[in-house]
């Protein structure tokens, strides 16, 4: 009989080594896997991003440095210079003066772009998000951009179903009943056991009410492709910065167009 | 699928054809995903180490040298990813495995000696878990496994028996604390 204090042989630890069961891997892996390839290759087709495009790539980032430090540093001299002059006679129109203040596209913003980031930024779903303040509101959410890191999440959105049992879900100024849309749906189970975030993100009104009114944040999840950029900051935060300029240029039109108004108000009392 | 399978799904993906890659990963994911298991002690951290080895494989397919076994240029860069997990791992950070029993056997008392095996198995250096995992979790011969971390046979053979010293060290305690 073994006396607990007997040292273990080594056919004793080989055995217990040899009963420790060999685990099924998670059945998305391979899945997961692909899908992440996928969303890395280009849409040519032509793999490996290391083989065809190393020495491209490495001038494309020299060069996109280059030009976002040329970008900043003209936007600097034009920032303190006073560059261009306004003319005379528009001095008082807020308009003109606003758009040399917008915010640009800075070395900062690009410190991350890859040629997939580069071409999402030129995609449709870009302007479309930049245009949806209820997906926007959404996407400044951390704990949505955390969820949406996690596979299993991304698998479970691209579901239309799964969307609308969440929207289902719904109870006012409390995103959603997660007991209730635990029990609705496998795919769901699962993303919300895989990820904490995803609890947090759907207690969130915005994030719930952005997935009840936003198409562009429809668009977006219904591909897990695409979803993956709504985890990604550097495209976030282009996101954003095109919605702001959108937003100055909107104003600078309707103050512009108020400016005209007035003026041309006043012209007609002189005349009077 | 043997070794020339491996070598044709490779040339087709560097052929543009990435959708190859799958076969790949299919023959490879449960052996790789056992090792990360038994490397990291961690359900999820396994599942991250494993595709995230997979996808790197990938982007660097061009690197693989096709006079070496696949598997074991796989497992080198899941080594680099398990490494990654644990040097960012809080030390206090508790390891949750839930595993699958025997049947027949008092599940308490054989998810109590897979625990006490596995903790023991993370309390090794890396050099010498590897070896214990390879040995244990994968069908590789001590060549393959010397062929795999680029040492000698022999130094695989004394690691092994170094490292299961030291499991029945870890594995005394065990069993005078029960």
Redesign the interface.
Known sequence: MTN??D????D???T???????????PT??Q???S???S??PAR???????STKKGATMAKKVLWIVAASAAAALLVMRFAGYPPVERGTEATIGAAQRYQAPQISSADVKTQDTQLQAFLQSDLFRQLAADKAAQQALKNKDFQRALSD?AVRAALVSADVRSEIIASRVAENGVRQDAIRAQNELLRAALD?SPALHVALASNDVVAALAASNALHVALASADAAIWLSNEAAINAVMSAAAVNQLDAAAVSAGAAAGGAAKDAATGAAR | MDDSGDAAAIAS???????A??AI??RY??G???VA??MLGN??DA?DA??NA??KA??????FDPEQRFFSWLFRILKNECLNVLRARRPSQPVSLE????RGADPVE?RE??H???TA?LSLPTEYREV?VLR??TDLSYDEIAATLGIPATKVKSRL?TA??Q???L??EW??A?
Do not use: K
Request: glycine content about 4%.
């Open positions: 607990i204090n040292p273990w042989r080594d004793e630890v080989t217990m080594l040899n009963d420790l069961p060999e685990v099924e891997p998670p892996l391979a997961e896997v692909m992440t390839i996928a890395r290759t087709g032509i793999h490996p991003p290391a083989i596979a895989a | 993906c560097l052929n543009g054809h990435p959708e890659y799958e990963v299919t994911q449960r790789l995903f056992n298991l038994r359900y999820e599942r494993t595709q997979f996808v990938y982007e660097h397919l061009d690197s595993l699958p029993t025997a054989v000696r897979q006490a095996i596995q198995l214990v244990h979790f028996y299961r010293q499991l029945g060290e594995l005394m069993r005078v029960r």
